[in-house]
């Protein structure tokens, strides 16, 4: 128990105070108590106002852990914009332990201070009075029980998100995603589950509240006459808990914004290629695939993230990185694909040339890549900027239609037929002139073989 | 019904209310955190 006490405390944002304060708040409740038990047995109930104190002073424990989950929403969001990759993960990962592990505390916490001080408040009311009867907890209390199913969906929630994503740690890559994924829809729907039934659970527990006061007040009625008291105290707190009512409801309206508009249909993969050159703004139709990325620029290759390749060298480096994917997926077929990013001033004889490297290196297929910013502006996560890209496949083959030693090419044979789009070097003015080609072409169904000279430029 | 029983059914229909607003405030408000993470697996 202690030492998953120490791992919330080192996952949630401010997690000593939250602890001290979680601590102090339940001695003060055993305390309190403690004092409500002696009383009884003396006859000296405590005073209710005590009771209201200890009670309020444990509201400011949700509220810490409120502030101490905003903070690791904003670590999020901050995480988001900036940052090196591995900082961008370990901070996300920081704010998504820290929002899981702090909900799934204060529920656990505020629920333990709330009990202890009810059971002080029940046996403070308990106890007979100056006339020798036992009062009891006003009925309006019943209403608040209508809440718990909320509270235990939520404490549920968390706790199962906090079991699948230490789960994570030992999923596929591949499948961490989809994994975390259907965990989250699982336990979104629990939870919704639990809340509906607090909001039936309300009304039912105010309407036996009414019964219970009603039949009371019938039976006091009889011989004596209640007791003279204003109706106005009543009637001021009912015009506040309105009021709160109204405030609370406007307040979650951003919360319930983010929870129900649906994200915008883009087309595309969120993949970023860092410090790529700004590309022809196209949306090509074929989906983005995992494959070696070959970057060229006006003056720089990069080969999967590794700026200052030498053109070189291309051919050799595709050949070790075809030849690692057989290594570790033995049995598993090579696509022969690779991914090609260009920008609009990326002159079309260097993207050439960089395609017969790779065409030499026995990839035969190109994805030419098409990155542009997204804005997408949410409720409460704001303003977030991406990139999403999209892609146009490729064949490339020599010009001449044959292997590299002077045979028919096999591979070529699918894009020989009549209606597939060659695309040569010298067709064409500029990259964004070439692109736009090859996008229209695969948007209407075609297949396009990019065609690169035999000789070396 | 006696002269004071109806400010108190009252205020059981206001406290009513203000507990559906709490429940509809922590749902919506616990679920934020589930669109945080989603973020990161869009």
């Known amino acids: 128990m202690l030492s998953s006490l120490i791992f919330v405390a080192e996952d949630i944002f401010y997690g000593p105070a939250v ?12 305390a309190v108590l ?14 209710m106002k005590l009771h209201a104190l200890a009670g309020a002073a444990i509201a400011a424990l949700p509220v810490l852990i409120a502030v101490s989950v905003h903070t690791a929403r904003a670590t999020m969001l901050a995480a988001l914009d900036v940052g090196a990759p591995s900082d961008k993960a370990s901070a996300l990962s920081r704010g998504i332990s820290g929002q899981i592990n702090g909900i799934a505390f204060a529920v656990f916490a505020t629920g333990l201070a709330l009990l202890l001080w009810v059971v002080g408040v029940a046996y403070t009311a308990s106890a007979p009075g100056p006339d020798g009867r036992a009062r009891s907890l006003p009925p309006a209390a019943l209403v608040g029980v209508g809440l718990l199913p909320t509270a235990l969906g939520a404490l549920m929630w968390a706790t199962s998100l906090v079991k699948s994503y230490a789960g994570t740690a030992g999923v ?20 919704a589950r639990y809340a509906r039934i607090s909001t039936v659970a309300i009304p039912l527990f105010a309407v036996v509240a009414i019964v219970l006061i009603v039949m009371r007040d019938r039976g006091r009625a009889g011989p004596e006459p209640a007791r003279p008291s204003s109706a106005r105290r009543p009637l001021i707190a009912s015009g506040a808990a309105l009021l709160l009512a109204a405030l609370i409801v406007h307040q979650a309206r951003p919360f319930v914004a983010e929870n129900t508009q649906p994200w915008p249909k883009i087309e595309g993969m969120w993949v970023e290629f860092p410090h790529a050159p700004p590309m022809p703004p196209l949306l090509g139709p074929d989906p983005i695939e995992r494959a070696p990325v070959v970057q060229v620029e006006k003056n720089d290759l990069v080969l999967d993230g590794a700026r200052g390749t030498p053109f070189e060298s291309l051919e050799d480096k595709l050949i070790t990185l075809k030849n690692n994917y057989r290594l570790l997926h033995p049995g598993g077929d090579f696509n022969g694909l690779a991914l090609v990013v260009a920008g609009h001033d990326t002159p079309l004889p260097r993207l050439f040339s960089a395609a017969r490297a790779i065409h030499r290196a026995d990839y035969h297929q190109l994805l030419f890549a098409f990155t542009r910013p997204v804005k997408i502006i949410r ?6 900027n991406r990139s999403y890209t999209t892609g146009a496949l490729a064949g490339v083959f020599y010009s001449d239609w044959l292997d590299k030693w002077g045979d028919p090419d096999d591979d070529a044979v699918p894009w020989k ?19 736009r080609r090859l996008v229209e072409s695969r948007r209407q169904g075609k297949k396009v073989a990019v065609l690169v000279d035999r000789d070396a430029p | 019904m006696n002269r004071e029983t109806a400010p108190r059914l009252l205020l059981v229909g206001a406290i009513g209310a203000l507990a559906l607003a709490a429940n509809h405030f922590l749902f919506n408000w616990v679920l934020v955190s589930d669109a945080f993470m989603r973020l990161i697996l869009d």
């Open chain 1, 417 to 435: 037929h009549a209606d597939a789009v060659a695309l040569r070097s010298q067709d064409f003015s500029d990259y964004t002139a070439f692109a």
């Open chain 1, 379 to 384: 409720p409460v996560l704001g303003t977030l």
């Open chain 1, 34 to 47: 403690g004092l409500a038990l002696r009383g009884r047995k003396r006859g000296k109930p405590l005073s």
């Open chain 1, 172 to 191: 596929d890559p591949s499948q961490k995603a989809a994994f975390f994924l259907a965990a989250l829809d699982a336990a979104r729907a629990e939870f």
């Open chain 1, 19 to 30: 602890m001290v304060l979680a601590l102090v708040l339940v001695l003060i409740q055993l």
